[in-house]
């Protein structure tokens, strides 16, 4: 019987195990071979040796690619400026009613124009982070006792985030001014905190003092209110250096002082859209009158149609029960997104279809022009008035306020029209070989 060596290999690179099975005697050869597959080399019989390294030839690691946010540089904000507060009612454009207010904030709501704050606003200045392209910015200034007894309830009731901006003087000093604990409620509340000068005077008047007292006068106005804030309510996490001008008041030099010092943003009270471009010590803010609501409606015109309060309704279509369509309740001319040759309008609203019209509750403002003494015929329920020079701006604002017998409430009509220059300036004429302006129905 020949018997046949057998053995078995476990795979791989050394030699696990030889046995014999089923054999008498193993070969010579098979005992080398396993001598052979079970050494060791001399790399693996030395010890591991570690292996200096330099640390100067180590690459550094690759930089970080910033990524940088983007930015609606075409956002537009529209920046709101209250002063005072009443629950009852107002005599004065800085003292506002807290149920017209409440109205206002409900109406911000309804046209679905978000609310920011004031570090988004700023974070978008300074292209950090992006805002909507259509936003509103809520300030209030002076620190009038009503902000925290009346204001804040209704900012807290709607959500909304705002910035109170205080002058040092007018701080803890009794009658209406807010205290320190009133001013950090208001922080809990969800507003913050900003300057508005030391002295609350007007800051581009140097009233005969040299350049020297003067500048150092500005110097106090603009630092001192900032670090007497800072110092007081740092801990909240809530001042941030933004800056409102008294009066909305400022110079060339007032504004390179206050950049100079740090402001992030300085807010003046022109009633304009803040776009990305303008200019960071020059935003503009729409102060609402008390008396008559003014700038209110103008601020939430984006050109979008969003204007929210009854009085747009009055401009608008609509239909009967029956679902004819019925002819809006107010017409105006030039009409509404209108484009009309003559820089010289008549400006016209026609509100005979509405009942109980009250003659002493209207009142009429202009862009550039503010308030205009307008003519009324209540035997026609027209109120016009004649522009007295010639529009400069391509588009102009009107914005009429009224009460009448079926609202209570001061109704506000506001539209935007656009002024054709290039027709105006081929020829007076070209709209009519008469030379007279073609007569509207509601101008009749």
């Known amino acids: 019987m020949q018997f046949r060596p057998c053995f078995f290999l476990s795979v791989g690179f050394t030699f696990s195990f030889l046995t014999l099975s089923s054999c008498e005697k193993a070969s010579p050869y098979l005992d080398k071979l396993a001598a052979a597959l079970n050494r060791k080399t001399p790399s693996e019989e030395a010890p591991l040796k570690a ?18 946010p983007e930015i609606n540089k075409e956002a537009r904000v529209a920046v709101l400026a209250y002063h005072d507060f009443t629950d009852g009612k107002s005599n004065n454009d800085m003292i506002l009613n807290i149920d017209d207010f409440r109205d206002e904030m409900q109406a911000i709501k309804d046209s679905e124009l978000p609310v920011i704050s004031m570090q988004q606003f700023l974070d978008w200045k300074q292209a950090k982070k992006d805002i909507p392209a259509e936003s509103v910015l809520i300030t209030i200034d002076d620190g009038w006792k009503a902000t925290y007894t009346l204001a804040i309830e209704v900012l807290r009731e709607f959500g909304y985030p705002f910035t109170v901006f205080l002058y040092k003087n007018y701080i803890g000093v009794g009658g209406h001014s807010l205290t320190p604990d009133q ?9 913050t905190i900003s300057s508005h000068s030391v002295s609350h005077q007007d800051m581009a008047r140097r009233g005969g003092k040299s350049r020297t007292a003067y500048e150092a006068w500005l110097k106090v106005e603009l630092e001192d209110s900032w670090n007497y804030l800072e110092d007081t309510f740092g801990d909240t996490g809530a001042v941030l250096k933004t800056f409102a001008y008294p009066y909305g008041i400022y110079s060339d030099q007032v504004a390179q002082m ?3 010092f740090g402001y992030q943003v300085c807010f003046t009270v022109n009633g304009k859209k803040t776009t990305w471009e303008t200019p960071d010590m020059e935003i503009g803010r729409y102060v609402v009158h008390g008396t008559t609501l003014a700038n209110f409606e103008p601020a939430l015109n984006f050109g979008k149609g969003n204007q929210t309060t009854s009085g747009r309704k009055l401009m608008s279509e609509s239909r009967d029960q029956d679902g004819n369509k019925r002819a809006p309740l107010v017409v105006v001319y030039p009409s509404k997104d209108s484009l009309v040759p003559d820089r010289l309008p008549r400006i016209r609203v026609d509100l005979s279809k509405l009942e109980g019209v009250q003659p002493d509750s209207i009142s009429l403002r202009i862009t ?12 026609t ?19 009429l306020s009224f009460r009448h017998a079926g609202n209570q409430k001061t109704e ?8 054709d220059k290039l027709a105006e300036y081929l020829s007076a004429n070209a709209a009519s070989p008469t030379g007279k302006k073609p007569v509207s129905a509601v101008e009749q």
């Open 51 to 68: 292996i200096p390294i330099n640390p100067a030839d180590i690459p550094p690691p690759p930089a970080l690619v910033k990524m940088e």
């Open 183 to 191: 001013i950090r409620e208001i922080v809990a509340a969800g507003g």
């Open 258 to 260: 206050a950049k100079q």
């Open 368 to 379: 550039s022009l503010g308030r205009v003494p307008h003519v009324y015929n209540p035997a």
């Open 381 to 399: 329920g027209i109120v016009s008035y004649q522009i007295p020079q010639k529009l400069r701006l391509e588009t102009c604002s009107v914005q």
């Open 412 to 419: 506000i009509i506001a539209w935007n029209f656009k002024i």
